[in-house]
């Protein structure tokens, strides 16, 4: 319903809008619509809409918005680049990951080995003693 001096109602920009009260209130208070404020008969503030202000902010259709084909190619070329590079620095954290289990493995692995000869050490040099210790004792049938 179109009022005396050509407005619309807030009722019925929402409807041309496709948009609910709170989303057109919205746009009233970030400035985007400018509608006339007067007061009902109620004395209650109410909002009039400029038909033509309003078929000017209402949005195209989604066939309308859709980029051209050649935009979206190039976006998507650069997201892939992004991701190469991504994945390509992963993978070189990976192999550097790697070399450092593998190093630190090998030290586990040579301090058991050293833990070993130390074991191997020691049974040769009570050996050794007894060589002579063993002879003394066996002389004098000692026992310790």
């Known amino acids: 319903m179109i009022n005396q001096g050509g407005t619309i109602t807030l009722l019925e920009a929402c409807k041309i809008l496709k948009k609910s009260k709170r989303t057109v209130g ?12 007067i007061e009902s008969q109620r004395g209650t503030p109410e909002y009039r809409f400029n038909r033509n202000n309003l078929l000017k902010f209402k949005k195209p259709e989604k066939t309308e918005q859709t980029r051209p084909e050649n935009d979206i190619i190039t976006l998507l070329k ?10 390509n620095q992963l993978l070189e954290r990976s192999r550097e990951t790697n070399i450092l289990l ?3 493995q090998n ?12 074991k191997d050490r020691e049974a040769r040099e009570d050996k050794k003693g007894q060589g ?4 003394l004792k066996r002389l004098f049938k000692r026992t310790n």
């Open 26 to 37: 919205r746009y009233i208070k970030n400035g985007w619509l400018n509608p006339e404020r």
């Open 78 to 87: 650069d997201q892939l680049k992004v991701k190469d590079e991504q994945i």
């Open 102 to 104: 593998n190093r630190l």
């Open 107 to 118: 030290q586990l692995l040579l301090t058991g080995d050293k833990k070993e000869e130390r």
């Open 132 to 135: 002579i210790n063993g002879w």
